[in-house]
C-alpha cells in the first residue's frame, strides 16, 4: 500500500513536471504571454523542487535507517507523521525493523553471554586461534592453569615457558597428548586435545588443556600404599621366621642363659639346628632376591625402536610354547588379518611382555577342562594391538586393581613382577596394557601402541 502510494506520488510529480513544461514550451512560442510564462515557470520550478525534496527526504530516512543498523544503534527512532500517509507508514516500517533488529541484538548477546558463562563454567581450559596465532576464544580455566590475565596472541604464552607457543602449534590433531610443562616453577601434567574447523573462511584451532597433575600425585600415592603394604607383608614373612627360629637355636644353645658344650648336644638337637640355619638362610636368600627383583623393577635398557612383522613375533612366540602347549592339551589359535603388519617397537621387550602374558594365561588354565589360548595382532580403532586371550578361570573384581602393582601376586611362589614390567615397558612406548577380564570367564590383555 506505502510503495503504491509512493509510486503515484512520483508519478504524478513526473506528470506534472512534463505536463508544466509542455505548456510552457507552447507559451514561449506565443508572444504577449509574459505573465503567463512567468507562472508556468514558476510552477515548473516549485514542482520540480517538491520532486527533489521528495527524494531528498526519502534519501534522507534510507540513510537514517542504514547508519542506525550499520551502528548498531537501536536508539533511533523514525516520526509518525499524520499529513502523509506514505511516511507514517514507511516511518512505521522502519520503526519495525529497528526494533527486530534490537530484538535480534539481544537475543544474540543473550546467546553471547550464555555461550560466555558456559564455557567459563568449564572446569579444563579451552583456548581457539586462527593460523596467525591470534586468539579468538579462551576461557576463565585457561588463564588461571597458565596464570594470565588475558591472552590475545599465542606468542605470548611464551612468557609463561618458552616452548609453549611451539607445542600449541605442534599438536596432534585429535589425539590426547600428555606433557610435561613447568609453570611459575611447578611441573605440571597436562593433557591436550586438538580439532580444527573452519570459520569466516579461515582455519581456527580449538585446544583443551586439562591438568591431571593432582590426580597423578593421587594415583602415585595410592599405588606407593599398596607397593609398601606389598613389601611390609613381604619382609615381615622372611623375618618372623628368621626371628623365631633364631629364638629357638638361642634356646637350644643357651637354655639356661649359658652356652653348652657343642658336645653335648644330641643328634635331635643338633638335626634342629641345622634344619634352622638352613630355613634362616633360604628365607634371607629369598629376601634378598626380592629386594634385588624390586631394585631392578624399572632398570631397563633404552629403546631399540624398529619396524617388526607382528605375525612373525606370534609365530615366534608360539613355537617357543608349542611342547606346553601340546602337553596341557591347549587349544591354540594366532590370529592376524594383515600378514604384513609392521609395528615401531623395542622387539625384545615386547617378546618378554607376550611371553609373560602367555605363562599367566597357562598358570589361569591348569584347572580348565577344554583350554584355550589365542594370540592375535590388528588394527583396532585406528590403533596397532597385539593380544593374549585365555578361557581360564579369570581375576576376581577386588583383585583387578592390584594386578599391575610390582611384587603383588596371586600364585603361590609368584614374583609378582611380569604385569607391573610388562605395563612399564608398553609405557615407554607411549602405550597402554589393558585387561578384560571376568571369573569365569577367562582373561584377555591388550598391548595398544600409539601409532604404527
Given at each position: 500500500m506505502a510503495f503504491s502510494r509512493f509510486i503515484w506520488t512520483i508519478l504524478a510529480l513526473v506528470v506534472s513536471i512534463v505536463a508544466t513544461s509542455v505548456v510552457l514550451g507552447i507559451y514561449l512560442q506565443k508572444p504577449g504571454y509574459d505573465i503567463t510564462t512567468s507562472l508556468l515557470i514558476a510552477i515548473l520550478i516549485a514542482e520540480t523542487l517538491a520532486l527533489i525534496l521528495y527524494l531528498i527526504r526519502i534519501r534522507r530516512d534510507l540513510l537514517k535507517l542504514v547508519i542506525a543498523l550499520r551502528n548498531e544503534d537501536p536508539t533511533i527512532r523514525f516520526k509518525m507523521e499524520k499529513g502523509d500517509p506514505f511516511f507514517s507508514e514507511i516511518h512505521r516500517g522502519f520503526n519495525e525493523i529497528i526494533t527486530n533488529f534490537r530484538l535480534i541484538r539481544l537475543d544474540k548477546e543473550a546467546e553471547h553471554q550464555f555461550f560466555r558463562a558456559t564455557v567459563d563454567h568449564i572446569s579444563f581450559g579451552i583456548l581457539a586461534f586462527d593460523q596467525g596465532g591470534h586468539v579468538e576464544l579462551v576461557n576463565d580455566a585457561f588463564l588461571d592453569l597458565f596464570q594470565l590475565r588475558s591472552l590475545r596472541h599465542l606468542d605470548s604464552l611464551a612468557e609463561v615457558s618458552a616452548e609453549l607457543p611451539g607445542t600449541f602449534r605442534q599438536l596432534s590433531l585429535q589425539q590426547e597428548s600428555l606433557k610435561q610443562i613447568q609453570i611459575a616453577g611447578h611441573l605440571y601434567h597436562l593433557i591436550f586435545l586438538v580439532s580444527r574447523f573452519k570459520l569466516r573462511q579461515q582455519e581456527i584451532t580449538l585446544i583443551s588443556v586439562r591438568d591431571i597433575s593432582r590426580e597423578m600425585d593421587r594415583n602415585e600415592l595410592e599405588a606407593w600404599q599398596k607397593l609398601l603394604r606389598v613389601l611390609r607383608h613381604e619382609i615381615l614373612n622372611s623375618i618372623s621366621p628368621i626371628k623365631l627360629l633364631a629364638h629357638n637355636l638361642s634356646g637350644i644353645l643357651q637354655p639356661e642363659g649359658k652356652m653348652v658344650p657343642l658336645p653335648t648336644l644330641t643328634r635331635e638337637e643338633v638335626d634342629e639346628m641345622k634344619t634352622g640355619l638352613e630355613t634362616i638362610h633360604r628365607r634371607a636368600a629369598g629376601l634378598s632376591n626380592f629386594l634385588d627383583a624390586y631394585s631392578n623393577l624399572y632398570r631397563v635398557p633404552d629403546l631399540q625402536l624398529e619396524m617388526v612383522r607382528v605375525s612373525e613375533l606370534l609365530e615366534r612366540i608360539v613355537l617357543l610354547f608349542k611342547e606346553q602347549f601340546n602337553e596341557?592339551?591347549?587349544?591354540?589359535?594366532?590370529?592376524?588379518?594383515?600378514?604384513?603388519?609392521?609395528?615401531?617397537?623395542?622387539?625384545?621387550?615386547?617378546?618378554?611382555?607376550?611371553?609373560?602374558?602367555?605363562?599367566?594365561?597357562?598358570?589361569?588354565?591348569?584347572?580348565?577342562?577344554?583350554?584355550?589360548?589365542?594370540?592375535?595382532?590388528?588394527?583396532?580403532?585406528?590403533?596397532?594391538?597385539?593380544?593374549?586371550?585365555?578361557?581360564?578361570?579369570?581375576?576376581?573384581?577386588?583383585?583387578?586393581?592390584?594386578?599391575?602393582?610390582?611384587?603383588?601376586?596371586?600364585?603361590?611362589?609368584?614374583?609378582?613382577?611380569?604385569?607391573?614390567?610388562?605395563?612399564?615397558?608398553?609405557?615407554?612406548?607411549?602405550?597402554?596394557l589393558k585387561v578384560n577380564t571376568s571369573p569365569g570367564s577367562g582373561s584377555e590383555f591388550q598391548l595398544v601402541f600409539t601409532v604404527i
Open positions: 596341557n592339551g591347549i587349544a591354540q589359535a594366532t590370529t592376524c588379518p594383515d600378514p604384513g603388519l609392521e609395528i615401531l617397537m623395542d622387539e625384545r621387550m615386547i617378546d618378554q611382555v607376550v611371553i609373560n602374558l602367555v605363562k599367566n594365561s597357562l598358570d589361569a588354565l591348569r584347572e580348565n577342562e577344554k583350554p584355550s589360548i589365542q594370540l592375535y595382532a590388528g588394527i583396532m580403532e585406528g590403533r596397532p594391538v597385539i593380544g593374549v586371550k585365555d578361557n581360564g578361570k579369570g581375576i576376581p573384581a577386588d583383585q583387578l586393581e592390584s594386578i599391575f602393582i610390582p611384587f603383588y601376586s596371586t600364585k603361590e611362589g609368584g614374583t609378582g613382577i611380569g604385569l607391573s614390567f610388562s605395563q612399564h615397558v608398553m609405557r615407554l612406548h607411549q602405550g597402554q
